[in-house]
């Protein structure tokens, strides 16, 4: 099986940094995925890691560290409009399934 | 404009009564599924397709039904409603895993209260 975990809520500044973090345990791996979700809307792609390093995609970078489990979504000059869920996904070694973690609500204020 | 429709976005019904979630595609997409969204719990997979005619079950298959007989269209089928099925569901749809990044896109959404 897969267990995903990453923070419930994070709150930031306008203009700061955040990085939210995500840990997963899993029998085999085949691919992370950072989705952002608004409120109230459907989740849209925002990165994929398949190898360990960091991937960067203008204010959004994503790190990967297959040893460690571990993933972070990186979000730089903030805006209010980043106010959103973001969820870590992990696909399954088959390639037929993404298990996703529960999200991280993060707030941005002002 | 490429898309993923769903239909309807909301509705409300009572335990037992048969009800179809469709969800089309225009991306001539060969991988779809369908995830449901819970408070806490995040999305899980109910069902997905590899293609026409060959579908599996996900992690949170029992009370749900699929069929995948057009490349396009790939219905949810609840064939005796119960409250614990009142969700958010989102229907997705990608190239194939094996392709490009496998990144899903999604439907907007369908709100499903049972009473």
């Known amino acids: 099986g897969q267990n995903i975990d990453q923070p419930t809520e994070m709150t930031a500044t306008e203009g700061a940094i955040v990085q939210i973090n995500c840990t997963y345990q899993?029998?085999?791996?085949?691919?992370l995925f950072w989705y952002q979700q608004h409120a109230g809307e459907a989740p849209t792609f925002l990165s994929y890691n398949v190898l360990d390093g960091l991937e960067e995609k203008g204010r959004f970078s994503s790190f990967l560290s297959r040893s460690k489990g571990y993933s972070y979504l990186l979000l730089k000059e903030l805006q209010m409009k980043d106010s959103a869920s973001y969820l870590c996904a992990v696909r399954d070694p088959g390639g037929n399934k993404l298990v996703f973690g529960a999200g991280t609500i993060l707030r941005v204020k002002s | 404009e490429a898309q993923v429709t769903q239909n309807p976005r909301y509705l409300i019904t009572v335990t037992g009564k048969k009800l179809t979630v469709t969800c089309s595609q225009n991306m001539n997409h060969e991988y779809m599924s369908w995830y449901r969204q819970d408070p806490g719990l995040g999305l899980r997979q109910i069902y997905y397709s590899m293609n026409v005619e060959v579908t599996d079950k996900g992690d949170v298959p029992e009370g749900y039904k699929v069929s995948r007989k057009e490349k396009r269209n790939f219905p949810l089928i609840l064939e005796s409603p119960s409250p614990n099925q009142t969700s958010l569901y989102f229907c997705?749809?990608?190239?194939?895993?094996?392709?490009?990044?496998?990144?899903?896109?999604f439907g907007e959404g369908s709100r499903l209260t049972v009473l």
């Open positions: 899993t029998s085999g791996f085949n691919g």
């Open positions: 997705a749809s990608s190239l194939g895993p094996g392709l490009h990044t496998g990144e899903l896109f």
